[in-house]
């Protein structure tokens, strides 16, 4: 089944304690990129990579960092979260920049 | 600067037409895409427009006038299934999306 999987679903987790979300997807997409969806402000554009090796900021790609050493692979790290970085977060793949995303399940992350 | 606006909620009745309209400013356009999202879940896409007017999917058609930086999302023979949030999208570079807040909309019996 096609699918983008993200993992943990849900983290509570102190400020500055390191941590990585995983993403991964099965259908050979070139690009994929993480939001994260607040009330209110709806979906942001944390960070997108346009294939192996190629990533770029989005609107808020503060206190995150990406990389993408595989096709299927696309992690978000917090190296130091805090309790701003509390939100839901998404995943997303597709084959192309003009083809429509496919969304992880999100993550939901609490910071306290 | 870029910016999207969408109501914020909707309220229609079960077997009615919907209009849910997304206005928009860019420096750059390169398409408008629509997604649902029901609470607690992930977008799916709807549909998508690059060039000026309507795409039709069974019960759900949108529209794209490029010159007044405007879309609309129509939904037909409105089912229960339909309360969601809509959203609406702008690729506004080659690889960058602008989310608008979405709008939720509930369907009445």
């Known amino acids: 089944e096609a699918q983008v999987t993200q993992n943990p679903r849900y983290l509570i987790t102190v400020t500055g304690k390191k941590l990585t979300v995983t993403c991964s997807q099965n259908m050979n997409h070139e690009y994929m990129s993480w939001y994260r969806q607040d009330p209110g402000l709806g979906l942001r554009q944390i960070y997108y990579?346009?294939?192996?090796?190629?990533?770029d900021k989005g609107d808020v790609p503060e206190g995150y960092k990406v990389s993408r050493k595989e096709k299927r692979n696309f992690p978000l790290i917090l190296e130091s979260p805090s309790p701003n970085q509390t939100s839901l977060y998404f995943c997303a793949s597709s084959t192309g920049f003009n083809q429509p995303q496919h969304f992880g399940d999100g993550t939901r992350l609490s910071i306290l | 600067g870029q910016n999207i606006d969408q109501p914020t909620e909707m309220t229609a009745t079960e077997g009615a037409i919907v209009q849910i309209n997304c206005t928009y400013q860019?420096?750059?356009?390169?398409?408008l895409f629509w997604y649902q999202q029901h609470a607690g879940e992930a977008p799916t896409f709807l549909s998508y427009n690059v060039l000026d007017g309507l795409e039709e999917k069974g019960r759900f058609s949108s529209f794209l006038s490029r010159s007044k930086g405007y879309s609309y999302l129509l939904l037909k023979e409105l089912q229960m299934k339909d309360s969601a949030s809509y959203l609406c999208?702008?690729?506004?570079?080659?690889?960058?999306?602008?989310f608008g807040t979405g709008t939720r909309l509930k369907v009445l019996a």
């Open positions: 999208a702008l690729r506004s570079g080659t690889y960058k999306y602008i």
């Open positions: 990579s346009m294939n192996v090796e190629a990533t």
């Open positions: 860019t420096s750059g356009f390169n398409g």
